[in-house]
């Protein structure tokens, strides 16, 4: 019904055939077999040709004020997609652990709100393999995992890199030589991937020490199991928790000393307490965190976005990682 709209309306703000071709840059002939065209598949006419100048007939004016709203349609819609592009609107779902989030995703989460207010964001803090199913359900846009993944379901964009650390409050003995190897600050915050192999520590050396895990279904005590296996020692657990961030609280109460990213305690997770950090070696410890989401599916502008702000602020942090999306 609306295949000629333009020709039509362009003739009815003329008020002539003659007119609206020369400002469509057709012939009149052409303008005229369009319009008649279309009065003869919706079975009414449009303009009344006997007036002078052309005039619209009852059902024409319908049709103009159909097409004026079509028009106003067609704006508005091409306004919201203007607005999308330019992220000043939208809708951004992140999923993340416990382990991501407590480092530069409420930093990044803050930076975002303040570029793009009127993107509505939400972030759910809940575990990898639930932040997956939220994916693949549509209910998140990108998930932040540091544990393998399906790349043939997923694609990954590298973020950061993290090294295990062992947290050890200071009520707890270590000897001399243990202490010398702990790690400053600085080292904590972005230095740690280049701490040397003969200052870091395997788990055999707190063998003794009391810890703090997390619950036996989470990912970060899967390796965690497997870095005192492979150093031969049955941990001491005092306490499980479910999340790292509680871990790391009770290791500053004094607890006991648990195991967690060198992030989650250079961002706020350890205020307030004395904690003594030492880098775990191997590859087990070592981790890069990425940006997942559904491969044959583009990220949103809103995700761009996003992703853009997090690549600014851990560019330190990326150092080591692999470049290139899998």
């Known amino acids: 019904m609306f295949h000629y709209m333009e020709y039509i309306y362009c003739v009815y703000l003329e008020s002539s055939f003659s007119k609206a071709a020369e400002r469509l840059h057709i012939s009149q002939p052409s303008l005229s077999a369009a319009v008649k065209k279309a009065e003869m598949e919706i079975g009414m006419p449009i303009f009344n040709r006997k007036t002078n100048p052309i005039s619209l007939t009852e059902f024409g004016v319908e049709y103009i004020h159909g097409i004026e709203q079509i028009r106003e349609m067609q704006e508005r819609l091409q306004g919201i997609a203007d607005e999308i592009r330019a992220v000043q609107r939208g809708r951004l779902a992140v999923g993340a652990s416990n382990l991501c989030s407590k480092s530069f995703i409420s930093r990044t989460i803050a ?56 947290a050890v409050p200071e009520n707890i003995q270590l000897s001399a030589e243990l ?44 390796c965690t199991d497997s870095l005192f296996q492979e150093s031969g020692v049955e941990p001491r657990i005092v306490l499980e928790t479910g999340q790292s961030s509680t871990s790391l609280n009770f290791a500053g109460l004094g607890v006991g000393a648990t195991i967690c990213s060198n992030w989650l305690v250079t961002s706020g997770g350890a205020d307030g307490y004395d904690l003594a950090c030492f880098k775990i070696a191997g590859e087990l410890a070592r981790r890069n965190v990425y940006i997942c989401y559904r491969r044959g599916e583009a990220l949103t502008y809103a995700a761009e976005a996003f992703v853009r702000i997090l690549s600014g602020l851990t560019s330190t942090a990326a150092q080591g990682i692999c470049a290139s999306p899998l």
């Open 179 to 222: 202490r010398a190897k702990r790690l400053s600050e600085r080292e904590l915050c972005g230095e740690i991937l280049s701490v040397p192999e003969d200052r870091c520590v395997t788990l055999k050396e707190f063998a003794d020490v009391p810890f703090i895990l997390l619950e036996p279904n989470n990912y970060l005590r899967f």
């Open 111 to 166: 930076q975002y709100k303040k570029e793009y207010p009127l993107v509505e964001l939400q972030l759910f803090d809940t575990s990898t393999s639930q932040s997956l199913e939220m994916l693949g359900s549509g209910k998140v846009d990108i998930v932040f995992t540091n544990r393998p993944v399906d790349t043939q379901k997923y694609r990954r964009i590298p973020c950061y890199a993290e090294n295990l650390v062992v």
